[in-house]
């Protein structure tokens, strides 16, 4: 077991809580790797974490053929119309994006990545994603399989975080590993 992994979920001596433990610790540090490698690809783009977060949805979107208004994107990124205002005009006097009429409301507009955002995050991550690729393409089936439901699995866990504000004290005062907290 690595080296402080039990402070969460305190020592143990049973085999499988122990594997389960050194997982968690794995994923713990893939995605303190994941962090750091957005906050340098921020760093390299020059932006905040929203405006690439932003180019990310409108580029995902530009695949998918969808067009996306501003509303969308305070609702993807939790903002208020207010700070999605100010991320567009950034993006848009940085070149990333434009502003263009909605094609069926006159009254409305789309946000549209260009076609320079498309080159430059290809330019940026296009390396990591290749490499990314390559350390799971020879993975077996069943492996690829169990690491899907894996990570499945976590995702659920991690959506049912609350803010604290919301949490019952009976439920924030119990261990990790209590029975109780098993049922909650």
């Not at 993006?91 to 009254?107: F, I, M, N, Q």
Request: charged share 30%; with cysteine; proline share 5%.
């Amino acid at each position: 077991m690595t080296a402080g992994s039990g402070y969460w979920y305190g020592e143990h001596d049973d085999a499988a809580r122990r594997r389960a433990i050194e997982v968690l610790e794995s994923f713990r540090l893939y995605r303190a790797a994941d962090a750091a490698m957005r906050r340098r690809t921020r760093d390299a783009m020059a932006m905040g974490e929203n405006d690439l977060l932003t180019l990310r949805y409108l580029l995902k979107a530009e695949r998918e053929g969808r067009i996306v208004q501003p509303a969308e994107l305070s609702r993807y990124l939790g903002v208020s119309t207010a700070s999605t205002t100010a991320i567009i005009d950034r993006l848009e006097k940085s070149g990333h994006v434009r502003r263009a009429p909605h094609p069926t409301d006159r009254r409305a507009i789309v946000v549209i990545p260009t076609a320079e955002t498309d080159h430059e995050v290809r330019r940026t991550l296009g390396a990591m994603h290749t490499r990314m690729l390559e350390a799971v393409v020879d993975m077996p089936p069943e492996h690829a399989r169990i690491v899907i439901e894996c990570l499945a699995r976590m995702q659920s866990a991690v959506d049912l975080v609350q803010p604290a504000h919301e949490v019952p004290r009976e439920t924030a005062d119990r261990e990790p590993g209590d029975a109780a907290s098993a049922h909650s």
